[in-house]
């Protein structure tokens, strides 16, 4: 009797990476609905892959990055093992060409956080946006970084998250051979956009018939159309007391119609993620003193959360104030709202020049010498987005993009003949 035929997905519990991976794998399924998928969150991976491999007979491991572990278990089971990427192709360039840079780069130089770091396909990178595990070759996980991009260069395959026509100088440096200068590149499947949910069928978010929709789409329902600039940062993104303040003026000071997400600041506030889910903030406590009453007329401050593709989907909201994690940047791509991109964490940084620098598609927000985003430069950036010939090109760029993602991921696109290709190796091998 033959065995089911089954792919493994082996994701870390970060919820962007867990996301990302759960659409790949709806997406592997549409797409050839009798294979198993079967999803690992054993931290035993040798145990559990052969008990899977008694039972079926295993196509592929995929693993995310964070999961490198699993590599050289994979390699003595015989399972071939693909990496899933979850972020951009630029960053992909960067990390397989990490084992370069490392043998390339002095420690001297390297410990300067001012040092330009090159690496093909994508634009110089201050060694201040990389992540910050990146950063240190004395921190332990930056051993960890190093072993994973070494054991993606031997990989049967890497699997990521965007589109051709939308990073393609990355891509092109990648494919052909220049982020692995010493040895060859696994193939490379772009099999993007892949979000969490689909845009709205009318295309226009407006949720004036459905009673139950949330406060936050009731309120765009009432605004001019791409007049609203959307604050959001992520599932994890919070802000100091000081900074969300900061915030508050420069809005005020914009004269722009928002959407803003807040949260509760950190206990730690040099580190701007929530480490533990958070009780909803008392608004009134944390921002200026009658700035709710003063901006009511043109705002809506949100305590915690929001359906974000929808919020972009909408057609009242014209700008996208975001920390750049990388299924933000796609939700923004999809629905054609332009930028202005806010890291935080991670490798948002890196983001932040791909998309100001390279795509032209986000405007950045920069901070002050003491780390602090102040009101005036929040107020100029939100101007310039809503209200400038910049702002408007990078609508009319995003708008492009738009088209192209959905054409990406339709009939004969180029996402879909990725996708189709890969399963087809598996199924031959």
Known sequence: ????????LYPTPAI???????????????????????????????????????????????????????????????IPCYYYFTSSAGVLAFFIY?????????????????????????PPLPKKYMALPMQDRRDVVYSMFLQSAIEMRKSVGIIVNTFEKLEPRALRAILDGQCVPDGPTPPVYCIG????????????????????????????????KASVVFLCFGSLGVFSLEQLREIAVGLERSGQRFLWVVRNPPPDPSRPVATVVQA????????PDGFLDQTRDRGLVVKSWVPQVAVLNHQATGGFVTHSGWNSVLEAVCAGVPMISWPLYAEQGHNKVSLVEELKIALPMDESD????????????????????????????????????????????????????????????
């Open 370 to 429: 003491d780390g602090l985003v102040r009101a005036a430069e929040v107020e100029r950036r939100v101007r310039e987005l809503m209200d400038s010939e910049e702002g408007n090109s990078m609508r009319e760029r995003m708008a492009i993009l738009k088209d192209e993602a959905k054409a990406a991921m339709g009939p004969g696109g180029s996402s879909k003949a990725a996708l189709a290709k890969l399963i087809e190796s598996w199924v031959r091998s």
């Open 280 to 287: 909803d903030p008392d608004l009134e406590s944390l921002l």
């Open 193 to 224: 956009p892949l979000i969490s949910n689909k845009e709205p069928s009318n295309g226009t978010g407006n949720s004036s018939d459905d009673r139950d929709a949330p406060e936050s789409l009731k309120w765009l329902d009432m605004q001019p």
């Open 98 to 122: 990490f084992l370069t840079l490392h043998e390339k780069c002095s420690d001297e130089s390297y410990s300067d956080p001012e040092t330009l770091l090159e690496a093909p396909g994508i």
């Open 16 to 78: 962007g990476h867990l996301i990302s991976m759960v659409e790949l794998g709806k997406l592997i399924v549409s797409h050839r609905p009798s294979l198993s998928l079967i999803c690992l969150n054993n931290p035993h991976v040798r145990h559990a892959l052969i008990s899977i491999s008694e039972r079926h007979r295993v196509l592929a491991l995929v693993i995310d990055f964070f999961c490198y572990v699993a590599f050289s278990v994979a390699r003595d089971l015989s």
């Open 1 to 8: 009797m033959s065995r089911e035929e089954a792919v493994v």
